[in-house]
């Protein structure tokens, strides 16, 4: 009988290849990491990229705004899709403050000229109705992810001159807005506990919600302009404002397209006055 063959060769498996790294010399600096992965998590070339930035948690707002310029939603199958039309990209980052972390760092590949969030929040007083807008002034950094960028002590704040740009767009939309400081929380499932909402009650914030805070550090760190305007989507302090399927399907058919709208125009101001954004030495 013939001998089995035995050689390396012929028992290796015929999938087998080399590994291969990343790139040639593999990822050494922050700014290689940055300039790869954003590509990879978004689907689109650095290149493509507007220098004005609008993130969001929800995909409805990338495809009403696809919709409105007749552009592609970009990056479908991928962490972060987007959409972009001229100047500006939109960017649905997911939802909690280590994503809103992580899409911060990626853009400074491209660093962006702005960056507005337009998310959504608990109203935490009455005043603060669903369908409202809060155009917060600060964030109490309760989530954790931002003290890996800088102490605690540091307070999480917008750049004034992008909330302004804001405001003047919302008056001019003949709408109007709260002010206040936002508590920004690592928490999902808190409702129910009345001793957190009694800490919420005892800070006096106007709202809370998962990423404000992360984003106003994460773009002080990074040197980028960052600003927020924020939706009221539900009234989490008591048991039949607590959000459900229903209530939020309704906020979005109801609410979001002013919301988006308001984004829009308050980037376009920006863009179409060549107003300067950075007054802070970072």
Not at 25 to 53: A, C, M, S
């Amino acid at each position: 009988m013939p001998k089995p063959v035995t050689s390396a060769a012929a028992s290796a498996p015929p999938s087998a290849s080399p590994v291969s790294t990343p790139s040639p010399k593999g990822l050494k600096t922050r700014r290689q990491i940055v300039e790869n992965w954003l590509p990879r998590y978004t689907g689109v070339p650095l290149k493509e990229f507007g220098d004005h930035i609008l993130l969001t948690n929800f995909q409805r707002y990338v495809n009403l705004f696809a919709q409105w310029h007749r552009v592609k939603v970009k990056g479908k199958d991928k962490p972060m899709p987007n959409a972009t039309a001229g100047n500006i990209t939109i960017i649905n980052f997911g939802m909690g403050s280590a994503t809103a972390a992580t899409v911060m760092d990626l853009l400074t590949a491209i660093k962006p000229k702005a960056v507005l969030f337009l998310g959504k929040c608990g109203g935490l007083k009455h005043r603060a109705e669903i369908g409202d807008l809060i155009l917060p002034i600060a964030a109490i950094r309760g989530e954790g992810t931002s003290n890996d960028y800088l102490p605690p002590e540091v307070p999480a704040l917008p750049a004034f001159a992008l909330q302004k740009a804001i405001s003047t767009t919302i008056r001019d939309s003949a709408r109007d807005y709260w002010t206040g400081t936002v508590y920004t929380t690592n928490r999902r499932v808190w409702e129910h506990d009345a001793k957190f909402k009694k800490y919420l009650r005892k800070i006096r914030a106007i709202a809370v919600d998962m990423e404000t805070a992360t984003i106003f550090m994460t773009g002080f760190y990074n040197e980028i302009t960052t600003g927020a305007l924020l939706l009221v989507s539900d009234q989490p302090m008591i048991p039949e404002g607590v959000k459900t399927a229903e209530s939020d399907a309704e906020v979005d058919e109801t609410y979001v397209t002013d919301h988006l709208k308001i984004g829009i125009e308050s980037l376009n101001q920006l863009i179409n006055q060549g107003l300067t954004l950075k007054h802070l030495k970072f």
